[in-house]
Protein backbone atom coordinates (compact mmCIF):
# COMPACT_ATOMS: atom_id res chain seq x y z
CA UNK A 1 0.00 0.00 0.00
CA UNK A 2 2.58 2.21 0.52
CA UNK A 3 4.77 1.74 -2.89
CA UNK A 4 1.81 2.38 -4.25
CA UNK A 5 1.20 6.08 -2.39
CA UNK A 6 4.41 6.43 -3.49
CA UNK A 7 4.21 5.77 -6.67
CA UNK A 8 1.20 7.19 -7.19
CA UNK A 9 2.72 10.68 -6.25
CA UNK A 10 1.58 10.59 -2.55
CA UNK A 11 5.16 10.16 -0.85
CA UNK A 12 4.29 12.06 2.57
CA UNK A 13 1.13 10.16 2.75
CA UNK A 14 3.20 6.80 2.51
CA UNK A 15 5.29 8.39 5.15
CA UNK A 16 2.77 8.36 7.63
CA UNK A 17 1.34 5.54 6.71
CA UNK A 18 4.50 3.93 7.79
CA UNK A 19 4.58 6.16 11.05
CA UNK A 20 1.43 4.69 11.57
CA UNK A 21 2.07 0.96 11.07
CA UNK A 22 5.50 1.69 13.56
CA UNK A 23 2.92 3.18 15.93
CA UNK A 24 0.72 0.06 15.51
CA UNK A 25 3.15 -2.60 16.03
CA UNK A 26 4.57 -0.53 19.23
CA UNK A 27 0.49 -0.45 20.56
CA UNK A 28 -0.09 -4.85 19.94
CA UNK A 29 2.78 -5.25 22.63
CA UNK A 30 2.13 -2.48 25.18
CA UNK A 31 -1.83 -2.98 24.49
CA UNK A 32 -1.75 -6.96 24.66
CA UNK A 33 -2.92 -6.78 21.08
CA UNK A 34 -0.07 -8.94 19.42
CA UNK A 35 -2.81 -11.30 17.74
CA UNK A 36 -4.75 -8.55 15.72
CA UNK A 37 -4.51 -7.40 12.23
CA UNK A 38 -3.36 -4.17 11.50
CA UNK A 39 -6.82 -3.28 10.11
CA UNK A 40 -8.31 -3.93 12.61
CA UNK A 41 -6.25 -2.89 15.23
CA UNK A 42 -6.86 0.49 13.34
CA UNK A 43 -10.13 0.45 14.00
CA UNK A 44 -9.93 0.02 17.39
CA UNK A 45 -7.18 2.62 18.01
CA UNK A 46 -9.49 4.97 15.73
CA UNK A 47 -12.07 4.92 17.89
CA UNK A 48 -10.29 4.60 21.05
CA UNK A 49 -11.62 1.32 22.40
CA UNK A 50 -9.70 -0.63 25.08
CA UNK A 51 -11.21 -3.86 23.60
CA UNK A 52 -10.83 -5.42 20.26
CA UNK A 53 -14.03 -6.44 18.22
CA UNK A 54 -14.41 -9.48 15.68
CA UNK A 55 -13.09 -8.92 11.91
CA UNK A 56 -12.09 -11.15 9.46
CA UNK A 57 -8.16 -10.85 8.89
CA UNK A 58 -6.73 -10.52 5.79
CA UNK A 59 -4.72 -13.56 5.65
CA UNK A 60 -7.43 -15.79 6.98
CA UNK A 61 -9.35 -17.83 3.82
CA UNK A 62 -11.26 -20.74 5.28
CA UNK A 63 -12.65 -23.93 7.23
CA UNK A 64 -14.20 -24.35 10.64
CA UNK A 65 -11.43 -22.93 12.11
CA UNK A 66 -12.92 -21.09 15.59
CA UNK A 67 -13.19 -17.90 16.59
CA UNK A 68 -13.63 -15.37 13.60
CA UNK A 69 -12.72 -16.27 10.52
CA UNK A 70 -9.21 -16.32 9.28
CA UNK A 71 -7.60 -18.39 6.92
CA UNK A 72 -9.53 -21.73 6.25
CA UNK A 73 -11.91 -21.57 8.66
CA UNK A 74 -11.57 -18.46 10.49
CA UNK A 75 -14.21 -18.00 12.78
CA UNK A 76 -14.66 -16.58 15.65
CA UNK A 77 -15.30 -17.18 18.93
CA UNK A 78 -14.84 -14.64 21.75
CA UNK A 79 -11.68 -13.79 23.19
CA UNK A 80 -11.87 -15.21 27.11
CA UNK A 81 -10.59 -12.63 29.46
CA UNK A 82 -7.39 -14.90 30.04
CA UNK A 83 -6.79 -13.86 26.67
CA UNK A 84 -7.58 -10.02 26.57
CA UNK A 85 -4.94 -9.38 29.32
CA UNK A 86 -1.72 -7.85 28.23
CA UNK A 87 0.93 -10.72 27.84
CA UNK A 88 4.74 -10.22 28.33
CA UNK A 89 6.10 -10.98 24.56
CA UNK A 90 7.94 -14.13 24.13
CA UNK A 91 7.83 -14.61 20.30
CA UNK A 92 8.95 -11.77 17.44
CA UNK A 93 6.01 -11.29 16.02
CA UNK A 94 5.09 -12.97 12.65
CA UNK A 95 2.34 -11.50 10.05
CA UNK A 96 -0.14 -13.17 8.02
CA UNK A 97 0.02 -16.43 10.78
CA UNK A 98 -1.42 -17.51 14.02
CA UNK A 99 -0.40 -15.31 17.18
CA UNK A 100 2.75 -17.34 18.19
CA UNK A 101 1.66 -16.51 21.55
CA UNK A 102 -0.72 -18.39 21.83
CA UNK A 103 1.83 -21.39 21.21
CA UNK A 104 1.92 -21.88 25.44
CA UNK A 105 0.20 -24.16 28.05
CA UNK A 106 -3.50 -24.30 27.57
CA UNK A 107 -3.07 -23.24 23.76
CA UNK A 108 -2.22 -24.09 20.74
CA UNK A 109 -0.62 -27.40 19.95
CA UNK A 110 2.37 -26.92 18.43
CA UNK A 111 2.27 -29.00 14.72
CA UNK A 112 4.72 -28.89 12.35
CA UNK A 113 4.84 -30.11 8.33
CA UNK A 114 4.48 -33.93 8.06
CA UNK A 115 3.40 -34.59 11.74
CA UNK A 116 1.29 -37.91 12.59
CA UNK A 117 -2.08 -38.24 14.30
CA UNK A 118 -4.31 -40.83 14.82
CA UNK A 119 -1.76 -43.88 15.13
CA UNK A 120 -0.32 -42.85 11.59
CA UNK A 121 -3.84 -42.19 9.48
CA UNK A 122 -3.68 -38.37 9.53
CA UNK A 123 -0.30 -36.50 8.02
CA UNK A 124 -0.27 -32.93 7.98
CA UNK A 125 0.64 -31.27 4.48
CA UNK A 126 0.04 -27.93 4.85
CA UNK A 127 -1.87 -24.80 6.53
CA UNK A 128 -5.27 -24.17 5.81
CA UNK A 129 -6.17 -21.30 8.56
CA UNK A 130 -6.51 -20.22 12.24
CA UNK A 131 -9.09 -18.49 14.49
CA UNK A 132 -8.11 -17.89 18.00
CA UNK A 133 -9.00 -21.19 19.76
CA UNK A 134 -7.83 -23.36 17.05
CA UNK A 135 -5.98 -24.15 14.22
CA UNK A 136 -7.03 -25.64 10.53
CA UNK A 137 -4.50 -28.24 8.73
CA UNK A 138 -4.39 -30.23 5.29
CA UNK A 139 -4.03 -33.39 6.16
CA UNK A 140 -3.45 -36.54 3.98
CA UNK A 141 -6.26 -39.30 5.22
CA UNK A 142 -4.10 -42.63 4.62
CA UNK A 143 -6.90 -44.96 5.11
CA UNK A 144 -8.67 -43.28 2.77
CA UNK A 145 -5.83 -41.74 0.41
CA UNK A 146 -7.92 -38.30 0.21
CA UNK A 147 -7.51 -35.01 1.58
CA UNK A 148 -8.93 -34.25 5.03
CA UNK A 149 -9.09 -30.41 7.09
CA UNK A 150 -8.15 -31.16 10.46
CA UNK A 151 -9.49 -28.87 13.26
CA UNK A 152 -7.06 -29.08 16.09
CA UNK A 153 -8.71 -26.70 19.26
CA UNK A 154 -6.37 -25.04 21.68
CA UNK A 155 -6.17 -27.08 25.24
CA UNK A 156 -7.94 -24.75 27.34
CA UNK A 157 -11.33 -24.58 25.08
CA UNK A 158 -11.11 -28.37 24.39
CA UNK A 159 -12.49 -29.91 27.48
CA UNK A 160 -15.79 -27.61 27.22
CA UNK A 161 -16.42 -27.53 23.15
CA UNK A 162 -19.93 -28.32 22.02
CA UNK A 163 -18.85 -28.50 18.57
CA UNK A 164 -18.41 -31.49 18.06
CA UNK A 165 -22.18 -32.71 19.67
CA UNK A 166 -23.38 -29.87 17.18
CA UNK A 167 -22.05 -31.48 14.54
CA UNK A 168 -23.37 -35.01 16.06
CA UNK A 169 -27.05 -33.63 15.99
CA UNK A 170 -26.91 -32.77 12.30
CA UNK A 171 -25.21 -35.72 11.78
CA UNK A 172 -28.49 -37.79 12.84
CA UNK A 173 -31.26 -35.62 11.08
CA UNK A 174 -28.89 -36.08 7.72
CA UNK A 175 -29.59 -39.96 8.27
CA UNK A 176 -32.55 -39.57 9.44
CA UNK A 177 -33.62 -37.31 6.67
CA UNK A 178 -31.35 -38.15 3.75
CA UNK A 179 -33.40 -36.56 1.25
CA UNK A 180 -34.12 -33.49 2.89
CA UNK A 181 -32.50 -30.22 1.50
CA UNK A 182 -29.66 -28.48 2.43
CA UNK A 183 -27.40 -31.00 4.37
CA UNK A 184 -24.80 -31.21 1.26
CA UNK A 185 -24.12 -26.99 2.56
CA UNK A 186 -23.16 -28.69 6.01
CA UNK A 187 -19.96 -30.68 5.75
CA UNK A 188 -19.81 -33.87 7.54
CA UNK A 189 -17.69 -35.08 10.59
CA UNK A 190 -15.23 -37.23 9.50
CA UNK A 191 -13.66 -38.29 12.80
CA UNK A 192 -12.81 -37.04 15.57
CA UNK A 193 -10.41 -38.12 18.78
CA UNK A 194 -7.86 -36.49 21.54
CA UNK A 195 -3.68 -35.43 21.54
CA UNK A 196 -1.80 -34.91 24.33
CA UNK A 197 0.90 -32.53 23.91
CA UNK A 198 3.19 -29.96 25.78
CA UNK A 199 0.06 -27.64 26.04
CA UNK A 200 -2.55 -29.86 27.11
CA UNK A 201 -4.78 -32.34 25.83
CA UNK A 202 -6.73 -31.25 22.39
CA UNK A 203 -9.59 -32.17 20.88
CA UNK A 204 -9.20 -32.73 17.23
CA UNK A 205 -11.99 -32.97 15.01
CA UNK A 206 -12.01 -34.07 10.66
CA UNK A 207 -13.74 -32.86 8.00
CA UNK A 208 -13.58 -32.48 4.47
CA UNK A 209 -11.36 -29.44 3.72
CA UNK A 210 -13.21 -26.27 2.22
CA UNK A 211 -11.98 -23.30 0.05
CA UNK A 212 -11.64 -19.62 1.24
CA UNK A 213 -14.76 -17.69 2.60
CA UNK A 214 -16.93 -15.20 1.60
CA UNK A 215 -15.06 -12.80 3.79
CA UNK A 216 -12.08 -13.79 1.96
CA UNK A 217 -12.81 -14.08 -1.41
CA UNK A 218 -13.97 -9.78 -0.75
CA UNK A 219 -10.91 -8.66 0.89
CA UNK A 220 -8.39 -10.23 -2.21
CA UNK A 221 -11.04 -8.48 -4.81
CA UNK A 222 -10.51 -5.40 -6.90
CA UNK A 223 -14.16 -4.71 -6.61
CA UNK A 224 -15.85 -6.32 -3.92
CA UNK A 225 -18.49 -7.80 -5.96
CA UNK A 226 -19.57 -11.10 -7.00
CA UNK A 227 -20.91 -11.75 -10.39
CA UNK A 228 -24.77 -11.66 -10.12
CA UNK A 229 -25.42 -15.48 -10.91
CA UNK A 230 -22.11 -16.45 -8.22
CA UNK A 231 -24.14 -14.28 -5.54
CA UNK A 232 -27.37 -15.23 -6.77
CA UNK A 233 -26.67 -18.98 -6.22
CA UNK A 234 -24.26 -18.54 -3.24
CA UNK A 235 -27.27 -17.09 -1.23
CA UNK A 236 -29.54 -19.61 -2.25
CA UNK A 237 -27.56 -22.50 -0.84
CA UNK A 238 -26.16 -20.66 2.47
CA UNK A 239 -30.83 -20.49 2.79
CA UNK A 240 -30.95 -24.19 2.09
CA UNK A 241 -27.65 -24.57 4.45
CA UNK A 242 -29.51 -23.23 7.25
CA UNK A 243 -32.86 -24.76 6.77
CA UNK A 244 -31.36 -27.95 7.61
CA UNK A 245 -29.61 -26.45 10.54
CA UNK A 246 -32.95 -25.01 11.81
CA UNK A 247 -34.33 -28.38 11.22
CA UNK A 248 -32.36 -30.24 13.00
CA UNK A 249 -33.36 -28.42 16.20
CA UNK A 250 -29.62 -26.12 16.06
CA UNK A 251 -29.24 -22.65 16.24
CA UNK A 252 -25.59 -21.62 14.45
CA UNK A 253 -25.15 -19.31 16.66
CA UNK A 254 -22.19 -17.17 14.68
CA UNK A 255 -23.48 -16.87 10.78
CA UNK A 256 -21.60 -14.49 8.91
CA UNK A 257 -19.57 -14.11 5.63
CA UNK A 258 -16.66 -15.73 7.40
CA UNK A 259 -18.23 -19.23 8.46
CA UNK A 260 -18.89 -19.76 4.42
CA UNK A 261 -16.67 -21.16 2.59
CA UNK A 262 -16.71 -22.02 -0.86
CA UNK A 263 -15.42 -24.63 -2.53
CA UNK A 264 -12.07 -26.72 -2.25
CA UNK A 265 -11.90 -30.28 -3.20
CA UNK A 266 -12.51 -30.05 -6.68
CA UNK A 267 -8.92 -28.20 -7.22
CA UNK A 268 -7.08 -30.78 -4.88
CA UNK A 269 -9.23 -34.01 -4.99
CA UNK A 270 -7.20 -35.96 -7.46
CA UNK A 271 -3.82 -34.31 -6.61
CA UNK A 272 -1.17 -36.25 -4.75
CA UNK A 273 0.85 -34.46 -1.92
CA UNK A 274 3.56 -33.47 -4.24
CA UNK A 275 1.15 -32.08 -7.14
CA UNK A 276 -0.74 -30.13 -4.55
CA UNK A 277 2.37 -28.34 -3.45
CA UNK A 278 3.30 -27.79 -7.09
CA UNK A 279 -0.22 -26.33 -7.99
CA UNK A 280 -0.27 -24.06 -4.65
CA UNK A 281 3.12 -23.40 -4.89
CA UNK A 282 4.88 -25.00 -1.91
CA UNK A 283 5.11 -24.01 1.59
CA UNK A 284 5.68 -20.82 2.83
CA UNK A 285 7.03 -20.72 6.71
CA UNK A 286 8.91 -18.57 8.78
CA UNK A 287 11.22 -19.63 12.01
CA UNK A 288 9.51 -18.73 15.08
CA UNK A 289 12.07 -17.08 17.39
CA UNK A 290 12.51 -15.97 21.10
CA UNK A 291 13.02 -12.57 22.07
CA UNK A 292 15.16 -13.56 24.55
CA UNK A 293 17.47 -15.57 22.18
CA UNK A 294 17.24 -18.83 24.01
CA UNK A 295 15.87 -21.86 21.93
CA UNK A 296 12.50 -22.64 21.38
CA UNK A 297 10.92 -25.14 23.90
CA UNK A 298 8.52 -28.12 22.75
CA UNK A 299 5.58 -25.77 23.56
CA UNK A 300 6.31 -24.31 20.10
CA UNK A 301 6.59 -25.54 16.59
CA UNK A 302 9.73 -24.44 14.69
CA UNK A 303 8.22 -22.86 12.23
CA UNK A 304 5.05 -20.26 11.47
CA UNK A 305 3.52 -21.54 8.30
CA UNK A 306 1.21 -18.87 6.05
CA UNK A 307 -1.89 -21.09 5.37
CA UNK A 308 -2.79 -22.67 2.00
CA UNK A 309 -3.11 -19.62 -0.81
CA UNK A 310 -6.34 -20.68 -2.42
CA UNK A 311 -8.01 -17.72 -1.87
CA UNK A 312 -10.17 -16.62 -5.13
CA UNK A 313 -11.14 -13.12 -5.13
CA UNK A 314 -15.05 -13.00 -6.35
CA UNK A 315 -15.53 -10.82 -9.38
CA UNK A 316 -13.16 -14.08 -10.18
CA UNK A 317 -15.22 -16.85 -8.80
CA UNK A 318 -16.78 -19.82 -11.02
CA UNK A 319 -19.55 -22.18 -10.74
CA UNK A 320 -16.88 -24.24 -10.01
CA UNK A 321 -15.64 -22.60 -6.89
CA UNK A 322 -19.77 -22.60 -5.67
CA UNK A 323 -20.21 -26.29 -6.34
CA UNK A 324 -20.47 -26.89 -2.76
CA UNK A 325 -20.84 -24.12 -0.13
CA UNK A 326 -19.73 -24.32 3.49
CA UNK A 327 -21.46 -23.34 6.50
CA UNK A 328 -18.98 -24.09 8.98
CA UNK A 329 -17.36 -23.51 12.37
CA UNK A 330 -20.07 -24.51 15.17
CA UNK A 331 -18.45 -24.00 17.96
CA UNK A 332 -20.83 -21.53 19.15
CA UNK A 333 -23.78 -22.82 17.82
CA UNK A 334 -26.75 -24.21 20.45
CA UNK A 335 -29.90 -26.44 20.43
CA UNK A 336 -33.49 -24.67 20.47
CA UNK A 337 -33.98 -26.24 24.12
CA UNK A 338 -31.11 -24.27 25.64
CA UNK A 339 -31.23 -20.63 26.41
CA UNK A 340 -28.52 -18.77 25.11
CA UNK A 341 -29.02 -14.89 26.08
CA UNK A 342 -25.45 -13.98 24.67
CA UNK A 343 -23.83 -13.70 21.50
CA UNK A 344 -20.40 -13.53 19.85
CA UNK A 345 -21.06 -12.74 16.82
CA UNK A 346 -19.65 -9.16 15.40
CA UNK A 347 -21.68 -6.63 17.22
CA UNK A 348 -22.77 -5.47 13.12
CA UNK A 349 -24.43 -8.49 12.90
CA UNK A 350 -26.06 -8.78 15.76
CA UNK A 351 -29.75 -8.98 16.22
CA UNK A 352 -31.43 -6.16 18.42
CA UNK A 353 -32.87 -8.37 21.05
CA UNK A 354 -29.20 -9.60 21.32
CA UNK A 355 -27.61 -6.05 21.74
CA UNK A 356 -30.38 -5.24 24.01
CA UNK A 357 -30.58 -8.47 26.49
CA UNK A 358 -33.80 -9.34 25.88
CA UNK A 359 -34.78 -12.92 26.43
CA UNK A 360 -33.20 -16.01 25.61
CA UNK A 361 -31.60 -16.34 21.49
CA UNK A 362 -33.38 -18.06 19.40
CA UNK A 363 -33.34 -19.45 15.72
CA UNK A 364 -34.83 -15.92 14.64
CA UNK A 365 -31.18 -14.82 15.40
CA UNK A 366 -29.65 -16.30 12.85
CA UNK A 367 -32.72 -15.12 10.18
CA UNK A 368 -31.16 -11.48 11.40
CA UNK A 369 -27.91 -12.67 10.71
CA UNK A 370 -28.43 -14.24 7.41
CA UNK A 371 -30.03 -11.11 5.81
CA UNK A 372 -27.07 -8.94 6.92
CA UNK A 373 -24.80 -11.44 5.31
CA UNK A 374 -26.71 -11.36 2.05
CA UNK A 375 -26.79 -7.64 1.28
CA UNK A 376 -22.97 -8.28 1.85
CA UNK A 377 -23.35 -10.84 -0.76
CA UNK A 378 -25.21 -8.89 -3.44
CA UNK A 379 -23.26 -5.58 -2.83
CA UNK A 380 -19.99 -3.76 -1.75
CA UNK A 381 -20.27 -3.43 1.93
CA UNK A 382 -22.18 -4.24 5.20
CA UNK A 383 -25.78 -3.53 5.78
CA UNK A 384 -24.92 -1.94 8.84
CA UNK A 385 -21.49 -0.21 9.89
CA UNK A 386 -19.94 0.01 13.73
CA UNK A 387 -17.22 2.63 12.11
CA UNK A 388 -18.12 6.32 13.37
CA UNK A 389 -20.64 4.09 16.32
CA UNK A 390 -19.70 3.31 19.67
CA UNK A 391 -18.41 0.17 19.67
CA UNK A 392 -19.46 -1.16 22.88
CA UNK A 393 -22.48 0.96 23.06
CA UNK A 394 -25.18 -1.74 22.19
CA UNK A 395 -28.15 1.49 22.38
CA UNK A 396 -25.95 3.89 20.43
CA UNK A 397 -25.74 0.65 17.43
CA UNK A 398 -29.48 -0.42 18.07
CA UNK A 399 -29.99 3.70 17.25
CA UNK A 400 -27.70 3.07 14.39
CA UNK A 401 -30.90 0.42 12.73
CA UNK A 402 -33.70 2.32 13.67
CA UNK A 403 -31.93 5.45 11.73
CA UNK A 404 -31.20 3.29 9.30
CA UNK A 405 -34.01 0.83 8.85
CA UNK A 406 -36.98 3.32 10.29
CA UNK A 407 -38.92 2.91 13.31
CA UNK A 408 -40.28 -0.35 14.77
CA UNK A 409 -43.20 -1.49 15.87
CA UNK A 410 -45.19 0.57 18.74
CA UNK A 411 -45.01 -2.12 20.87
CA UNK A 412 -41.27 -2.81 20.58
CA UNK A 413 -39.98 1.17 20.03
CA UNK A 414 -41.88 1.99 24.27
CA UNK A 415 -40.01 -0.76 25.87
CA UNK A 416 -36.80 0.20 24.87
CA UNK A 417 -35.37 2.31 27.57
CA UNK A 418 -32.96 4.09 26.08
CA UNK A 419 -34.86 5.47 22.52
CA UNK A 420 -34.92 9.15 24.41
CA UNK A 421 -31.34 9.27 24.52
CA UNK A 422 -30.72 8.92 20.77
CA UNK A 423 -34.74 10.23 18.94
CA UNK A 424 -37.37 12.75 20.37
CA UNK A 425 -40.55 11.05 21.41
CA UNK A 426 -41.90 10.88 17.86
CA UNK A 427 -39.20 8.59 16.60
CA UNK A 428 -36.56 8.60 13.90
CA UNK A 429 -37.01 11.08 10.83
CA UNK A 430 -35.44 9.46 8.13
CA UNK A 431 -32.82 11.09 6.35
CA UNK A 432 -32.61 8.39 3.31
CA UNK A 433 -35.42 9.79 1.64
CA UNK A 434 -34.69 11.47 -1.64
CA UNK A 435 -36.90 14.28 -3.58
CA UNK A 436 -38.17 11.40 -5.89
CA UNK A 437 -38.78 8.25 -3.58
CA UNK A 438 -41.88 6.99 -3.47
CA UNK A 439 -44.09 8.92 -0.43
CA UNK A 440 -46.13 5.46 -0.40
CA UNK A 441 -42.50 3.42 0.12
CA UNK A 442 -41.44 2.63 4.08
CA UNK A 443 -38.22 3.80 5.05
CA UNK A 444 -37.19 0.34 5.39
CA UNK A 445 -38.09 -0.63 1.58
CA UNK A 446 -36.17 2.75 0.70
CA UNK A 447 -32.82 2.10 2.68
CA UNK A 448 -32.65 -1.48 1.38
CA UNK A 449 -32.73 -0.61 -2.49
CA UNK A 450 -30.81 2.14 -1.80
CA UNK A 451 -27.86 -0.95 -0.18
CA UNK A 452 -28.70 -3.05 -3.14
CA UNK A 453 -28.17 -0.45 -5.72
CA UNK A 454 -25.05 -0.18 -5.07
CA UNK A 455 -23.94 -2.80 -7.37
CA UNK A 456 -24.02 -0.07 -9.63
CA UNK A 457 -21.22 1.87 -8.62
CA UNK A 458 -18.68 0.00 -10.85
CA UNK A 459 -21.04 -0.27 -13.58
CA UNK A 460 -21.69 -4.14 -12.88
CA UNK A 461 -24.18 -6.54 -13.43
CA UNK A 462 -27.06 -5.03 -12.04
CA UNK A 463 -30.21 -6.67 -10.38
CA UNK A 464 -33.23 -6.16 -12.86
CA UNK A 465 -35.92 -4.17 -10.75
CA UNK A 466 -38.56 -7.36 -10.37
CA UNK A 467 -35.85 -9.42 -8.42
CA UNK A 468 -34.92 -6.68 -6.96
CA UNK A 469 -38.25 -6.00 -5.53
CA UNK A 470 -38.76 -9.56 -3.93
CA UNK A 471 -35.14 -9.27 -2.84
CA UNK A 472 -36.30 -6.20 -0.96
CA UNK A 473 -39.32 -7.78 0.22
CA UNK A 474 -37.68 -11.53 1.78
CA UNK A 475 -35.06 -9.10 3.52
CA UNK A 476 -37.44 -7.09 4.82
CA UNK A 477 -39.01 -9.86 6.87
CA UNK A 478 -36.42 -11.21 8.14
CA UNK A 479 -35.17 -7.79 9.49
CA UNK A 480 -37.79 -7.09 12.20
CA UNK A 481 -36.87 -5.59 15.36
CA UNK A 482 -39.57 -8.00 16.77
CA UNK A 483 -37.90 -11.52 16.43
CA UNK A 484 -41.12 -13.38 17.63
CA UNK A 485 -42.18 -11.42 14.21
CA UNK A 486 -39.14 -12.02 12.15
CA UNK A 487 -39.46 -14.58 9.12
CA UNK A 488 -38.44 -18.50 9.86
CA UNK A 489 -36.63 -19.96 7.46
CA UNK A 490 -38.97 -21.81 6.20
CA UNK A 491 -40.71 -18.12 4.77
CA UNK A 492 -37.45 -17.48 3.34
CA UNK A 493 -37.75 -20.32 1.34
CA UNK A 494 -41.14 -20.03 0.28
CA UNK A 495 -40.59 -16.34 -0.66
CA UNK A 496 -40.93 -15.27 -4.30
CA UNK A 497 -37.06 -14.21 -4.54
CA UNK A 498 -36.17 -18.07 -3.75
CA UNK A 499 -38.49 -19.20 -6.16
CA UNK A 500 -37.94 -17.11 -9.19
CA UNK A 501 -34.54 -16.39 -8.90
CA UNK A 502 -32.58 -18.81 -6.07
CA UNK A 503 -33.27 -21.91 -6.74
CA UNK A 504 -33.22 -21.43 -10.97
CA UNK A 505 -29.47 -19.91 -9.97
CA UNK A 506 -28.61 -22.83 -8.18
CA UNK A 507 -29.50 -25.11 -11.17
CA UNK A 508 -28.12 -23.48 -13.21
CA UNK A 509 -24.96 -24.03 -11.48
CA UNK A 510 -25.14 -27.52 -11.43
CA UNK A 511 -24.09 -27.71 -8.05
CA UNK A 512 -27.22 -29.42 -6.47
CA UNK A 513 -29.06 -32.51 -6.28
CA UNK A 514 -31.96 -32.05 -8.16
CA UNK A 515 -33.66 -34.75 -5.79
CA UNK A 516 -33.94 -32.21 -3.19
CA UNK A 517 -36.73 -30.65 -5.28
Known amino acids: GRANLRLSGFPEVAIYMCHVQQYLLSFKVKEGYQSMSGRHLMSVVMRGHGKPVKQTNRSQFIINCGKKPIPHGTHTNAMSEQERKPIEPKYYWIEE ?298 DAFVAHMVSTLGKPSEEWWKTWERRLDFFNAAGPKSDEKNDDDDDDDDDQSRFLHRRIDLRTKEELDQLPEEERETLVQMLKGMLTFDPTQRSTIQDIISSDWMSQYGIPAIEASQSIDHNFL
Open 97 to 394: VENVERYRPGGYHPINIDDIFSSGRYQIVHKLGYGSYSTVWLARDHHNDCFVALKVIAAQFSASNTESRILKILEHQRSTNPDGPGKQYVPKQLDEFFIDGPNGRHLCLVSEPAGCSISVAKDVSDNWIFPLPIARAIAAKVILGLQFIHSSGVVHGDLHAGNILLSLLPAITHLSTDEMYEKFDGIDKYPIKRRDGEPLDETAPSHAILPLGSAVACEDTTSADIQIISIVDFGEAYTTDEARHYSHTPQHLQPPESLLNRGPLTQAADIWTLACTLVYLFQVHDLFSYYGHKGHDN
